[in-house]
């Protein structure tokens, strides 16, 4: 391809017509499929038409550029939960909320990947107010380390770059000059200043190259209040304990889809820690949103979340993602099973190493298809997982009044504190004596042999018991002499599996 | 077997190294626990640190006495909330750093917290290590002395160290390491005596912290 040369339209590069290939032709499909899409977005939006809209954000490519995305979202999450922008901000809204400070220890470390350092303090200005505005408007919600890259992406699609020397009329807006003194403005003062701050209706900067970066703020905290109090309420309690419970569900919907998997990889019996920043920052954390226009997966799983109306998007996502992923991490699992000192840390170790950094463009692609394709439906075991007033349980059709959104979140608030910090199946009890000490002392063996010792105990015993009810003994014992030979070959990696299996049935001991 | 988790040989990723160390950053949020992290795995303190949200996992294969070790380096959160998951990962933790900034009072009154915390959920014999870090900036608020006093009275060895200016970071994750082998050495030598039988190495400022808590 060295003798082609490219040609830019519409800022895609492509090849030209003298090697008119495949290439060029897939190309303009998908050149000609996005104008199309655009073309309906602008519609909907023109008309009003919501249904439409959610379907095409639900479609491949979400809502394709922030120009787009940002009124999209606005329309999805407006028509789901009225809010009245003005009033909120009267009724309460004045105190510092006590979690001020966290949040700006997270702020300072947002847009770290922006080059231009106006951009950037202007960003973080912009992040900083957005996320005090919404926690002083609803100081029942508690802020979490994560919630300031959700917020991140909401500032980046509301943010506009104008190029230089076109004409804006600033009269109606702050000119906020976001300059060091301008970010540290908002925490050093008793937040007289921000309140003052907080009215204005636009904000902007001037960057380097002279263009001009400027973010609606009303606009912007609509979407961001909307979305919290309808997408965040389980994150946003004193406690972890609600976002634990959602994080169940993924090892469920693995289960439905690959039990071999799902035991395997030991998703029966660890808690599903690993996917915590994921899930808490719809995967804002771990896939650090591109500033520019680019059609980042980040913003795309927004999409769908408003698009779809459910925040079973990142738990589906998330899962599908170990499903794609399973065989590299089944290899990584076996390779590593010796260096790690509980299935906790393995299992952790080895996603950390193989899925969100080892995951592809392509891949999330992929991911993202499968998820808009997917019902989005809950676990059957859910109900007794989530509690009543979880956002997975309460998203209906039509629009929810603000107040019953607030009651819901005073409930499940309620709810939390009489749970208190209960911890999902954690065996938190320091073991009395340390896996790595036993296995210095060659005491670790001893413990293998005991648990083989009862896991034979456990099969003969359920054969003995099968065939006194003369049930089909012969299938049931060849089923069992199976599983002893795939544990030969298995090595040791997973006498636990299926050895307890036998005995956990036979002695009908659940999970506990 | 010589040491902690001694490495099979019929592990693929297997005899680029000898044993397995697996240590537990805390303290509180802000305190600079991924700047020494990362200052120590990758060299560098860059502009774009990112707060940790629950845990996060790295590791760097290290030469303590000829020996290449691997260390299996945890950082945490540090926002209390996610202290329930956090302490699932204690467990067979065999050193912990807890860490506290030195401009800001707060985080080190914070240390008696965590230093309860992890005598609540790690092993007994973990090595704990006190670490007070940005000993660079001039706005400081907890003088070395008071630290010092702090690592007597938990009975822990003390480290200053600044992340930015790469003071003291790569002795912080030697010095643990080599307590930690000390530790396991002497441990063998002791034998199977129970876990109650306090083990006291030569190692400076090491005496073995008591069970309460
Ligand atoms: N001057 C100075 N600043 C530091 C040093 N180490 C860290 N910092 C600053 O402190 C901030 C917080 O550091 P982190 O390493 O992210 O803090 P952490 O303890 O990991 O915090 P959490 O992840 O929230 O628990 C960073 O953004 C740095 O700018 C240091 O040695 N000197
Ligand atoms: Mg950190």
């Known amino acids: ?512 | 077997m010589s040491g902690v988790r001694t490495v099979s040989s019929s592990s693929a990723n297997a005899k680029s190294y000898d044993s397995i160390m697996k240590i537990l950053l805390v303290g509180d949020s802000g305190v600079g626990k991924s700047c020494l992290l990362v200052r120590f795995v990758e060299d560098k303190f860059s502009p774009s640190f990112i707060t940790t949200i629950g845990i996060d996992f790295k590791i760097k294969t290290v030469d303590i006495n000829g020996k290449k070790v691997k260390l299996q380096l945890w950082d945490t959160a540090g926002q209390e909330r996610f202290r329930t998951i956090t302490t699932a990962y204690y467990r067979g933790a065999m050193g912990i750093i807890l860490v506290y900034d030195v401009t800001d009072e707060r985080t080190f009154s914070n240390i008696k917290q965590w230093f309860s915390t992890v005598n609540q959920h790690a092993n007994d014999e973990a090595q704990l290590l006190l670490v007070g870090n940005k000993s660079d900036m001039d706005t400081r608020a907890v003088s070395t002395d008071q630290g010092e006093a702090l690592a007597k009275e938990l009975g822990i060895p003390f480290v200053e160290a600044s992340a930015k200016d790469d003071t003291n970071v790569n002795d912080i994750f030697f010095l643990l390491a080599k307590l930690i082998q000390e530790k396991i050495d002497s441990e063998k030598l002791v034998g199977n005596t129970g876990r109650d039988g306090s083990v006291n190495v030569g190692a400076a400022g090491n005496n073995s912290k008591s069970n309460c808590c």
């Not at chain 1, 789901?80 to 510092?96: E, I, M, V, Y």
């Not at chain 1, 703020?217 to 961001?224: H, K």
């Not at chain 1, 406690?239 to 039990?259: M, R, Y």
């Not at chain 1, 036993?438 to 293998?448: D, K, N, P």
Request: aromatic share 8%; net charge neutral.
């Open chain 1, 1 to 512: 391809m060295a003798s082609s040369y490219t040609v830019r339209v519409n800022d895609h590069e492509f090849l030209s017509e003298s090697v008119m290939d495949e290439k060029s032709v897939v190309y303009f499909r998908h050149s000609e499929r996005l104008s199309k899409k655009t073309h309906g977005l602008s519609c909907a939006l023109a008309d009003g038409d919501l249904e439409a809209l959610a379907a095409l954000g639900r479609d491949t490519d979400g809502f394709l550029k922030h120009e787009l995305r940002g009124p999209a979202w606005l329309a999805l999450l407006k028509s789901r939960l009225p809010f009245d922008t003005a009033s909120s901000s009267k009724n309460g809204g004045g105190d510092p909320h006590r979690d001020e400070h966290q949040i700006a220890l997270d702020v300072k470390r947002s847009f770290g990947d922006i080059k231009d350092d106006n951009a950037k303090a202007f960003l973080r200005h912009a992040l900083e107010r957005t996320i005090v505005r919404v926690l002083r408007a609803f100081p029942q919600l508690s802020y979490y380390q994560g919630y300031h890259d959700v917020c991140a992406v909401f500032v980046l699609v509301f943010a506009h770059a104008s190029a230089p020397g076109v004409g804006h009329n600033l009269s109606a807006s702050t000119s906020s000059t976001a300059s060091a003194e301008g970010m540290d403005a908002p925490h050093d003062s008793d937040g007289s200043d921000i309140s003052e701050s907080l009215s204005s209706s636009s904000i902007s900067t001037k960057l380097a190259d002279d263009s001009l970066l400027l973010v609606d703020s009303e606009q912007l905290f609509e979407a961001v209040v909307i979305f919290t109090l309808l997408y965040l309420r389980d994150f946003m309690m004193n406690s972890l304990t609600f976002t634990i419970d959602q994080l169940a569900l993924i090892p469920l919907i693995v289960k439905q889809k690959d039990s071999y998997f799902y035991r395997t990889f030991q998703l029966d019996k660890i808690d599903p820690f690993f996917a915590l920043s994921s899930i808490l920052t719809l995967f804002s954390h771990d896939l650090r949103p591109q500033s520019d226009d680019a059609p980042s997966i980040v913003f795309q799983v927004f999409d769908l979340v408003i698009s779809a109306n459910s925040m079973m998007v990142p738990l589906v996502a998330y899962s599908y993602l170990l499903l794609a992923k399973k065989d590299d991490l089944l290899l990584r699992y076996k390779e590593n099973i010796d260096n790690f000192d509980n299935s906790t840390d393995l299992i952790h170790g080895v996603i950390q190493q193989e899925m969100i950094a080892g995951s592809s463009v392509q891949l999330w692609n992929d991911i993202l298809d499968a998820s808009r394709n997917s019902s989005l439906e809950l676990p059957r075991e859910s109900k007794k997982i989530l509690n009543k007033y979880s956002v997975l349980l309460t998203n209906s059709r039509g629009p929810i009044l603000l107040e019953e959104v607030l009651t819901w979140l005073s409930r499940e608030i309620c709810l939390n504190e009489s749970v208190g910090s209960r911890n999902a199946r954690l065996d938190n009890k320091k073991s009395p004596v340390p896996k790595w000490r036993l296995l210095a002392q060659g005491r670790g063996s001893i413990l293998v042999k005991f648990s083989l010792f009862i896991g034979v105990a456990a099969i003969l015993l359920k054969l003995y018991m099968q065939s006194l009810e003369g049930h089909q003994g012969h299938r049931r014992i060849e089923l069992y002499f199976d599983q002893i030979k795939s544990l030969k070959f298995l090595g040791l990696t997973q006498p636990r599996r299926v050895w307890l299996d036998p005995l956990k049935t036979l002695l009908k001991i659940g999970r506990t």
